[in-house]
T-cell receptor, first 111, second 112 residues
Framework: QKEVEQNSGPLSVPEGAIASLNCTYSDRGSQSFFWYRQYSGKSPELIMFIYSNGDKEDGRFTAQLNKASQYVSLLIRDSQPSDSATYLCAVRPAAGNKLTFGGGTRVLVKP | NAGVTQTPKFQVLKTGQSMTLQCAQDMNHNSMYWYRQDPGMGLRLIYYSASEGTTDKGEVPNGYNVSRLNKREFSLRLESAAPSQTSVYFC???????????FGPGTRLLVL
């Protein structure tokens, strides 16, 4: 079992709809969780991070964390074609300070 | 502020050749990292440096060496390149190990 798992996609959503991305992790003691966006041929850029159970909103993005169920999700509201990218989930395990990345979910927003 | 810079952007090597990938950051960050990214595999940590003067192995260190030259610079060396090292290499830095990591533009390496 991978430490951090994501559906590779592609997740196809119409413009204006909500894109919902999920990420599960195996280390129950993980403390911090990150979502990065990566456009094709570019480097990852941080969208947001979350440490506590519940929701965290930043503009059109909402991260949701459920430590009991060991998943973190990202919602993209009012999806735009410019949101078409691969979204990487990263988790900092309880032991050590290194990030573990999932394989990424490719999102396609169709006009 | 250039952020995190990497050189070269592209490189083609023959099996057995050596090369050094350069990374520099101007954000006064303490921690620096080297990752490789392969299709469907996400980012895998090769080596990291928690602070100037220290380096540690990550998930996939075999075939690589690193040098933390000073606080700004962290280089990755392939002593004898193999086709399995064909990948995109990203350098990243952060204020501390618990903090957000910022990535460089990447180096695309092809080993024939």
């Amino acid at each position: 079992q991978k430490e951090v798992e994501q559906n590779s996609g592609p997740l196809s959503v119409p413009e204006g709809a909500i894109a919902s991305l999920n990420c599960t992790y195996s280390d129950r003691g993980s403390q911090s969780f990150f979502w990065y966006r990566q456009y094709s041929g570019k480097s990852p850029e941080l969208i947001m991070f979350i440490y506590s159970n519940g929701d965290k909103e930043d503009g059109r993005f909402t991260a949701q964390l459920n430590k009991a169920s060991q998943y973190v999700s990202l919602l993209i509201r009012d999806s735009q074609p410019s949101d078409s990218a691969t979204y990487l989930c990263a988790v900092r395990p309880a032991a050590g300070n290194k990030l573990t990345f999932g394989g990424g979910t490719r999102v396609l927003v169709k006009p | 502020n250039a952020g995190v810079t990497q050189t070269p952007k592209f490189q083609v090597l023959k099996t057995g050749q050596s090369m050094t990938l350069q990374c520099a950051q101007d954000m006064n960050h303490n921690s620096m990292y080297w990752y490789r990214q392969d299709p469907g595999m996400g980012l895998r940590l090769i080596y990291y440096s928690a602070s100037e003067g220290t380096t540690d192995k990550g998930e996939v260190p075999n075939g690589y060496n690193v040098s933390r030259l000073n606080k700004r610079e962290f280089s990755l060396r392939l002593e004898s390149a193999a086709p399995s090292q064909t990948s995109v290499y990203f350098c990243a830095s952060s204020t501390g190990q618990q903090e957000t990591q910022y990535f460089g533009p990447g180096t695309r390496l092809l080993v024939l």
